[in-house]
């Protein structure tokens, strides 16, 4: 504990800090978004060494070797293909300077370190991850549901049953189209603005 409080006071503790959306410009996330493609950001907590950047499409974390180092390593999680699971927040003890956001990001594990002061903020974020990872849930069961369907009339399709002059290609094209619809965009939500939106308030 005592190191802790030590480390804070020197300044090379690595507790993060929830940055203003008036100051999403000047963070290094801000270079690798997509924003040809409408990508921008909702939520940013940085620290001395690492960048944590929750977008509308993904979670960009810009990772440092050191505090003292330039090096950075730029990783990205898009929601379409990194589950969001096992969100919490670890509260401060009456010593502690810091809270703790815990989730995962497909097999990647973080937990971050924030200022306690920061509480009131880092519970929306809370909550959005759990939404999102609610909607992702959901979304799979579509899809195993949508390859069920596509097994089903497989099961019931024989060709001997096809009308004269009728084109297998193009029904099998058609209904290829549609399970890939309903693989790749129904049930696949890529953006969640909406969700960002409805929680975050900072």
């Not at 996330?29 to 950047?53: M, N, P, R, T, V």
């Not at 809370?126 to 069920?148: C, F, P, T, W």
């Not at 693989?183 to 953006?191: A, F, P």
């Amino acid at each position: 504990m005592f190191k802790r409080l030590a480390a804070e006071a020197l300044g090379i503790s690595d507790i993060g800090v929830i940055v203003s959306p008036n100051d999403y410009d000047k963070v290094d996330a801000d270079d690798y978004l997509f924003s040809e493609d409408g990508e921008q950001i909702f939520f940013l907590i940085k620290s001395k060494k690492d960048e944590y950047c929750f977008t509308n499409l993904a979670i960009v974390h810009v990772d440092g070797d050191s505090a003292v180092s330039s090096k950075r390593s730029i990783k990205r999680y898009d929601y379409s293909s990194s589950y969001i699971g096992n969100v919490s927040i670890e509260t401060a003890g009456t010593l502690d300077m810091d809270v703790e956001l815990k989730f995962s990001a497909g097999d990647t594990l973080f937990s971050i370190d924030v200022k306690k002061s920061h509480i009131e903020q880092l519970k929306d974020i809370y909550k959005a991850l759990i939404s999102i990872g609610k909607q992702q849930h959901k979304d799979a069961i579509g899809r195993e549901n949508a390859v069920r369907a596509l097994d089903a009339t497989a099961s019931m399709y024989k060709l001997n049953g096809v009308q004269p002059g009728s084109s297998v290609a193009g029904q099998f094209g058609e209904l290829l189209a549609a399970v890939n619809t309903a693989i790749l965009d129904t049930h696949t939500k890529r953006d969640f603005s909406d969700v960002f939106t409805k929680y975050i308030h900072n």
